[in-house]
């Protein structure tokens, strides 16, 4: 039996398995590249595993995780349009830019400044500090100015163009450069009657947010419901743009012919009286609405940021709303109109007016300090008698004539659909700070303050059959394509329709009588003059009035009733001579608007129908 | 034993042909992998483009609801009171005086509404906006949906007796 060595051949021819030997003398080469290769892994596997439970870690990456999924983006809808009665725009959107940097792009912040210093007026130092920020992860957009006109933009292009072909350098060059400057499109408010019912509409700040009147009252429906949307950055997952209904719009009960008319009027009567400030209101009596309401100061609402110069707590913004005052003896028509309804008075009742009452323990004159001796109602109306209102008020009786008056909206808001309302005040028995003599001043718009919109409807309800239809400036609103209108809505019946008849009558022929200049050719109507002295801390003042007027016609038909207010004239101290005339140029120019004819025509053409 | 081992010899398969089939299994999968990452792709690649131009549409209507917006305002600044006025003075007109208005009864003559933007609610209800499917469902959905459709005609068979 022969023992074969059996083994490596090369072992065998004597070279002591070289290969094995370099082989171990190098698998310690393989294991490091391998462990080396492999702690990278390791290291990405044990950051997962952190990452993953450490909780801090997962708060900061669920706060990261949005910024990296896309871009937010707010979308704010188209604020809604107002036009007015007959569809004319009032306030509408035109296109405006927002101006911004994006910081990665500047090259030269001091250009930008300057540049946009010079074409916006933007404050040099704001918008160097804004564009000189170093771009990062959490500063990549910074907004210099907002509602730039397209006009700016152009001229910032052209200027940025200009900059980038005669070859600006780079951030260290400090070349001229408006590189990083970008534009934004987006829809700003614009009014295109500019002054025409500022008073009314009010305006749009920067932020989108309606400031007075109707912008301000129905912001919400106008402004619409922003929505805050992630757009992707990733491809693959492009959304849809989200359909956002842009805010209501309004079509209002004005009509812009006769706003322009009546605010042009007031805007000569002011100067030619030498008024401080005066108020026109012009409603429907029928419906309650709201055809003019001019006032003044007004102000080009494409130009809002004047309102801090123009307004303040003496002059606010509307002052037919916003303003309580004392009305004085425009008030006389209320009085009356209590006395004929609870029956206290009748239109023939006769008084002896002696020229002084004495009630509450002070003494009431007229305003000439004259007695006029035997009048009737309607004579206590056409000469104005304070004496006999305070006496109509006493046989009333306090209680009685609180009543009414509130009942005619005295001392509380009429809820017009305008911000800013006032409620003005009316004392009762039984406030701490009223007394008996009040009933007697306030009989004649003494002591107690309303304002000219709270006036205009209480007189609307003698002029509506004893109903006070509640004033309003909106018609219809249109919302998601439909469009609702807006039905005239009855506040209260402060009098029997008889009553209100009776003393339309009364007013109607006291004008007549006395051939005031109120009075309109053609047109029958009635109303009265208002000349109130005005409270200051050191008692009334009696060179200084407020002079108003309150009128309505046709007297048979009424439709339309005109409010006059003007603040301390100059040229005359009283109603009669400075409101009345007023009245009757307003009405001259509302009946061709509103195309009224002359009353002797309307029964014809009435009969023959 | 040796008829047993013969039988194996038999049917075994021979090493190459193992290997051949693996290697063309391995293909297969690859192909197949390939093949639905290729039709992903091509689906992916036209959802993003249609829906990246749905995105530009998008902002197209944007700018023309602004450019809509902007002619809006224009012709309102262009009709407003005080340039209509200056135009009519322009032209010779004046105002017309109360006494100079001349009421005439016109038959059939419709008074003037107030401004009637938009229809009045009624009880027409719109149907909800509508997206088509292929901007909604997965690749996955939409082979299920095409596997079902094609299998459709097989499903809705029913059995039958034949009269005798």
């Known amino acids: ?609 | 034993m040796n008829r047993v081992q013969n039988l194996t010899q038999a049917y075994s398969q021979a090493p190459w042909r193992i290997q051949m089939q693996i290697i063309g299994g391995f293909l297969l999968a690859l192909v197949s992998i390939a093949i639905v990452a290729g039709i992903y792709l091509n689906v992916s690649a036209r959802a993003t483009t249609i829906g990246r131009e749905i995105q530009g549409l998008q902002s197209d209507i944007r700018k023309l609801d602004r450019e809509i917006a902007d002619l809006q305002s224009q012709v309102a600044f262009l009709k407003s009171a005080a340039e209509m006025e200056k135009r009519a003075k322009e032209m010779g007109f004046r105002p017309i005086g109360m006494d100079e208005t001349l009421f005439i009864r016109v038959p059939g003559y419709v008074e003037r509404r107030t401004a009637v933007m938009a229809p009045a609610p009624g009880p027409v209800t719109l149907p909800p906006p509508s997206q088509p499917s292929e901007y909604t469902e997965s690749l996955f959905a939409w082979l299920q949906r095409k596997i079902r459709n094609s299998s459709f005609p097989f499903m809705s068979l029913q059995p039958f007796k034949v009269q005798p």
């Not at chain 1, 309003?472 to 329709?497: A, C, F, N, W």
């Open chain 1, 1 to 609: 039996m022969s023992v074969t060595t059996v083994g490596d051949p090369s072992y065998r021819n004597g070279t002591t398995r070289p290969t094995a030997g370099r082989s171990r003398q190098h698998d310690w080469r393989f294991v490091l590249v391998g462990a080396l290769l492999s702690f990278v892994p390791v290291l990405i596997i044990l950051q997962m595993i952190r990452i993953q439970t450490d909780p801090e870690q997962v708060a900061l990456l669920r706060e990261r995780i949005p910024r990296y999924q896309g871009v937010v983006q707010l979308i704010q809808p188209p604020r809604g349009l107002i036009y007015d009665r007959w569809g004319r725009l009032l306030a509408g959107n035109k296109t405006v830019y927002e101006v911004g940097v994006e910081l990665a792009d500047v090259k030269n912040p001091d250009t930008i400044a300057d540049t946009l210093d010079i074409v916006l007026d933007v404050e040099r130092s704001y918008v160097y500090k804004l564009a000189s920020q170093e771009a990062s992860e959490t500063a990549v957009y910074a907004v210099l100015a907002t509602h730039v006109t397209e006009e700016q933009v152009q001229k910032l292009q052209v200027l940025k163009d200009q900059m980038e072909l005669s070859g600006a350098g780079s951030k260290d060059e400090k070349k001229p450069s408006l590189s990083g400057l970008v534009f934004s499109p987006m829809l700003g408010r614009t009014y295109p009657e500019k002054e025409t019912a500022s008073n009314i509409l009010g305006f749009v700040s920067l932020d989108g947010q309606g400031y007075y009147g109707v912008e301000e009252h129905y912001n919400p429906m106008l402004a619409g419901r922003k929505t805050t949307q992630i757009f992707p950055l990733d491809p693959t997952q492009a959304k849809d743009m989200p359909s956002v209904p842009p805010g209501a719009s309004l079509v209002l009960t004005i009509d812009r012919e006769i706003q322009a008319e009546v605010e042009r009027i007031l805007d000569e009567a002011i100067e030619y009286h030498g008024a401080d400030s005066g108020t026109v209101v012009v409603l429907n009596p029928r419906t309650g609405e709201v055809l003019a309401m001019a006032t003044t100061p007004r102000m080009d609402l494409n130009n809002y940021r004047e309102y801090l110069g123009q307004y303040d707590t003496d002059n606010p913004f509307n002052r037919a709303v916003s303003y309580a005052y004392e009305p004085g003896s425009v008030f006389k028509i209320l009085t009356v109109a209590a006395g004929l309804d609870s029956g206290a008075i009748k239109p023939e009742t006769v008084f002896l007016d002696t020229g002084v009452f004495e009630i509450g323990g002070i003494y009431i004159y007229n305003w000439n300090g004259g007695a006029w001796g035997q009048q009737d109602m309607t004579g206590c109306l056409q000469h104005s008698l304070n004496v006999c209102m305070a006496w109509i008020a006493s046989q009333t009786g306090a209680a009685t004539f609180y009543d009414y008056m509130e009942a005619f909206g005295i001392g509380s808001l009429t809820g017009i659909d305008m911000a800013g309302e006032a409620a003005g005040r009316l004392k009762r028995p039984g406030d701490g700070d009223w007394y008996d003599a009040d009933l007697g001043t306030n009989s004649f718009g003494q002591g107690v303050t309303t304002t000219p919109l709270q006036m205009a409807a209480a007189a609307s309800a003698l002029a509506n059959e004893g109903k006070l239809m509640a004033p309003h400036v909106v018609r219809s609103m249109i919302d998601k394509g439909y469009q609702y209108d807006i039905e005239p809505r009855v506040l209260s019946t402060p009098v029997k329709p008889e009553t209100a008849r009776t003393l339309s009558e009364m007013l109607a022929t006291s004008l007549e009588v006395e051939s005031s200049v109120a009075l309109v050719p053609g047109y029958r109507v009635a109303g009265k003059t208002g000349t109130a002295e005005i409270p200051t801390p050191y008692g009334y003042t009696s060179n200084q009035t407020n002079a108003s007027f309150v009128g309505w016609g046709p007297v048979d038909d009424p439709q339309f009733l005109v409010y006059v207010w003007l603040e301390k004239p100059s040229s005359s101290i009283w109603g009669s001579e400075v409101a009345a005339p007023v009245f009757s140029e307003i009405v001259q120019h509302l009946v061709v608007l509103l195309d009224l004819p002359p009353d002797a025509i309307r029964q014809q053409l009435t009969q023959s129908q």
